[in-house]
């Protein structure tokens, strides 16, 4: 048994029941459950429909989301999440260069990176590089006046947690926001990567082994094992390319927002939504959602 889940974006809230009812026919689907009206309705499918995709991209157009995935085990255990453009609004490195007047050389690798054209190790090492001889006081204004946390966060971690999972943000940024925005929006245990510095002025290091790719995927074999669960027991989403390793083993690997050539690998994406989509994709309904 499959579930489809059909999806507004809540600024939006326009999703017309009449386009659900339609789907729900045209697919032969069982009872319409909304979730949240005008943003979220899910119904039942026996088998997955030869026209899935075509009828996503046309949803696409006109401003939906759509997904597929099998009924059983929807609800995870595990929350895994990404922080740059994930559960937050900015790339934290990118605001750091800017406030160092290296913006656009380090928002260019930055991109490069992402999209899988260069490998992520180097195109750290090189990014920060550029930030040597930036006071470490720039961390805290760039993290006051620069960083925003991405719609519906808070509501996706805090409502996972009341319901027993375990929430960890795993990033290839650094500790020095990945600790704040980690207790902003409730995550119990934060990884990333840990920039150096000598006097109060950064050094253009970082700190060895770099968490990149292969450490996320280690992040969730860790996590899982540790408490008896599985991958099939993980939600994770991300956006970039150093998340497909671990979006593609997770139980529910959602792309966000993603990079084309990231969004190409993965089958559940989200493009419209915010991170509330991801309780919606678990069939939580909004007056299920934790504070």
């Not at 937050?88 to 605001?95: G, P, S």
């Not at 930055?110 to 920060?128: D, K, Y």
């Not at 996972?160 to 119990?188: D, E, I, K």
Request: a negative charge; charged letters at 20%.
């Amino acid at each position: 048994m499959f579930t489809v889940t059909l999806l507004a974006a809540p600024s939006r809230a326009d999703l017309p029941a009449s386009l659900v009812d339609d789907l729900r026919s045209a697919w032969n689907g069982g009872h319409v459950i909304w979730l949240a009206q005008g943003i979220a309705a899910e119904f039942p499918l026996a088998a997955e429909p030869a026209d899935f995709w075509q009828v996503w991209e046309r949803l696409q157009a006109e401003g939906f989301d759509l997904a597929i995935q099998p009924t059983r085990g929807r609800r995870k255990a595990v929350l895994l999440a990404d922080m740059d453009s994930t559960m937050i609004q900015q790339e934290c490195i990118d605001e750091l260069a800017d406030f160092a007047g290296v913006g656009q050389r380090v928002a260019t690798i930055t991109a490069q990176a992402m999209n899988g054209e260069l490998n992520f190790h180097e195109a750290l090492l090189a990014r920060v590089n550029l930030l040597a001889g930036l006071p470490e006081t720039a961390i805290g204004a760039v993290l006051d006046s620069r960083i925003t946390l991405a719609p519906g966060g808070r509501e996706l971690v805090a409502t996972m947690r009341a319901q027993g999972a375990y929430t960890a943000l795993v990033s290839g940024g650094f500790t020095v926001f990945t600790g704040p925005v980690s207790q902003a929006l409730g995550f119990q245990e934060h990884r990333a990567n840990t920039l150096l510095a000598e006097d109060g002025v950064l050094t253009g290091h970082v700190a060895l082994p770099i968490l990149g790719r292969e450490a996320k995927v280690q992040a969730l074999r860790e996590i899982t094992a540790e408490r008896g669960l599985s991958p099939v027991d993980v939600l994770a989403v991300g956006d970039g390319a150093n998340d497909l390793d671990m979006l593609k083993l997770a139980g529910m690997g959602v792309a966000l927002h993603a990079k084309p050539v990231v969004a190409a690998q993965v089958d559940l994406r989200i493009n419209h939504g915010d991170l509330t989509a991801l309780l919606y994709l678990q069939g939580y309904a909004a007056e299920e959602f934790a504070a």
